[in-house]
């Protein structure tokens, strides 16, 4: 399987009710092509700070993103995830948990 890393672009979408929303860009993986024993998971570098990120395909469709060293598996990458829980920003301490690496 060949995955491709791409950012979509922030964009307008139309409502049913004839308003527009504003849907924000965003990192995602595409498949580039199908294969039958397919691994999981995509270990890359990331885009934005080149730290090593874990790619996970999830069952139902989509991808997770995380930490791929020092036993941070389950903790998700911050820069595929900026925008979507409280703050739209990196928070000014996050590269510092980080910065041992």
């Known amino acids: 399987m060949t995955v491709q890393l791409i950012y979509r672009k922030a964009h307008d979408r139309k409502l049913k009710s004839g308003a527009y929303t504003r849907i924000p860009g965003s990192w995602m993986v595409r498949e580039t092509a199908l294969t039958s024993h397919g ?8 885009p934005m ?3 090593k ?16 060293r020092g036993g ?7 820069c595929f995830y900026i925008g979507e829980d409280i703050r739209n920003a990196r928070d000014v301490k996050t590269p510092d948990l980080f910065a041992s690496l």
């Open 72 to 78: 941070l598996q389950s903790l998700k990458h911050p």
């Open 39 to 46: 691994s999981k998971t995509w270990l890359h570098d990331c």
């Open 53 to 68: 990120v874990r790619s996970a395909k999830m069952p139902n469709g989509g991808w997770s993103h995380y930490e791929a």
């Open 49 to 51: 700070c080149g730290a």
